[in-house]
């Protein structure tokens, strides 16, 4: 929540009210993201009220939703979590039916679909579907509503993903980064019209998404090599180049003409010198992908279901290995 105090009594009440029949344990969380209006004595003032079930994580600033919502999932400590705003446009009655669909078709992040969406057309929806046909088309994740902060996730395959800037719009892509896309699943889900509150997004956010967006591409194919990337630029350009500069010396060798005054030259120049450059950034960045990967202890793989240790060390080789012929040495692996 941020600047949310007239949806504060609301909000915690329909998530109780959504949540009574739940058979599990559950807790809510309910991050305040620096807000100066008087949400976050509001807050803690209903979670007196309601017991410990209610946490409150106040931010010492704005720090927007992504850091927000990352702040919530490290506090989370369920099996399943389930994030939403706090303005109520998401109904938390969803919450318990996305459960059982997730459980049931044993999915990884099930999102929401506001199918029905309660906008204004202009300003959220035709940004919004312009930009979710552009994330599925470049990430290779086709969800029909990216935007939608209503998503329940298991909380080991979230957790390995960490999000940094405004990557909450790109969530299914970041997971899809861990585990198949087979195991992100989408679900239509309500939503309201907002109440009490401003909203705190507009046309602006359209240009960052497009910006956001060159970061997930990027990270989603080569954050394990980089030098792919910046390489393939280079030897596009050194080949172009190369290729302008053969023809140029044909002209100036063969033909006798003068070349010196041409766009052309100078086009053949820039290419191979901006070849050089990409192919010299790659090495760099190969560098530190390297060093990154080794200081921080991040595999480039994710291992699904790891193999159980053995209590019994003898317990876990085939008899076949186990019997040695007499005299010959053991090979255990």
């Not at 609301?10 to 993201?33: K, N």
């Not at 996305?98 to 078709?105: A, T, V, Y």
């Not at 929401?112 to 035709?126: F, V």
């Amino acid at each position: 929540m941020y600047n949310e105090i007239d949806n504060v009594t609301a909000m915690l009440a329909r998530v109780h009210e959504s949540l009574a029949a739940y058979q599990g344990p559950w807790e809510l969380l309910v991050v305040d993201d620096g807000s100066t209006d008087g949400t976050p004595q509001a807050l803690n003032k209903q979670a007196a009220d309601y017991g410990a079930h209610v946490r409150v994580i106040e931010l010492r600033r704005n720090f927007g939703q992504t850091a927000a919502m990352q702040a919530g999932i490290d506090e989370a400590r369920g099996e399943l979590i389930a994030t939403l705003d706090g303005d109520l446009q998401n109904d938390p009655a969803d919450i318990p039916r996305m459960i059982d669909h997730l459980l049931e078709k044993d999915l990884d992040l099930l999102t929401g679909w506001r199918k029905n969406r309660q906008d204004d057309l202009l300003l959220r929806k035709i940004p919004s579907r312009i930009a979710n046909r552009l994330i599925g088309k470049i990430t290779g994740v086709r969800i029909n509503d990216y935007g939608c902060s209503l998503k329940v996730y298991r909380a080991s395959v979230i957790k390995q993903v960490r999000l940094y800037g405004e990557m909450h719009r790109f969530i299914p892509a970041w997971v899809a980064a861990v585990v198949p896309p087979s195991r992100i699943g989408e679900i239509v889900v309500n939503h309201n019209a907002r109440t009490a509150g401003e909203s705190k997004y507009g046309i602006s956010r359209t240009f960052r998404v497009i910006l956001d967006l060159l970061s997930v591409y990027f990270f989603m194919r080569y954050r394990a090599r980089p030098g792919h990337f910046f390489g393939s630029i280079g030897l596009a350009l050194g080949g172009l180049g190369g290729m302008l500069m053969v023809y140029l010396g044909f002209v100036k060798f063969i033909l006798g003409d003068d070349i010196g005054g041409r766009p052309l030259f100078l086009i053949a120049v820039v290419c191979v010198i901006a070849a050089l450059q990409f192919l010299t950034t790659g090495v760099l960045s190969e560098m530190i992908s390297r060093t990154y990967f080794e200081s921080s202890k991040h595999e480039q793989y994710v291992i699904y279901n790891r193999a159980t240790a053995c209590d019994d060390q003898s317990a876990c080789w085939s008899d076949n290995t186990m019997k040695q012929p007499e005299g010959s040495a053991s090979n255990d692996a």
